[in-house]
């Protein structure tokens, strides 16, 4: 089964910019929603931001507060998270996840990529 592995994380300040990036191991049969989700220290892990393959269309935490931008590739079949203004809160280890349909839960997590943001 395919695992999406994310990556570009990094070290930023406060205020600054990163770009990531998650790809599959290998292309899934079908894919109807990919989602950015990140989890904090101590932190329980939280959706961010998800795009439907096809049409494009998506949709954002309310914490996101129009800060990170999510888009995908579909001919190299990978998905990015662009953040912006980035705050200390924003600091985690950041997963991508798929759903094959529209009712399926998201799975195939794979490796997530670490943010630090400093003050």
């Known amino acids: 089964q395919a695992h999406w592995v994310a990556s570009g994380g990094g070290w930023m300040q406060a205020g600054g910019s990163l770009r990531l990036s998650c790809a599959p191991s290998?292309?899934?049969?079908?894919?109807?929603?990919v989602g950015w989700f990140r989890q904090g220290p101590g932190k329980d892990s939280e959706f961010v931001a998800s795009?439907?393959?096809?049409?494009?269309?998506?949709n954002y935490a309310d914490f996101v507060q129009g800060r990170f931008i999510v888009s995908r590739d579909s001919a190299k079949n990978t998905l990015f998270l662009q953040m912006n203004n980035l705050k200390t809160e924003d600091a985690a280890v950041y997963y991508c996840?798929?759903?094959?349909?529209?009712?399926?839960?998201?799975?195939?997590w794979g490796q997530g990529t670490q943010v630090t943001v400093s003050s």
């Open positions: 795009i439907i393959w096809d049409s494009g269309r998506t």
């Open positions: 290998e292309r899934p049969f079908n894919i109807y929603r």
């Open positions: 996840a798929y759903k094959p349909r529209l009712l399926a839960d998201y799975g195939s």
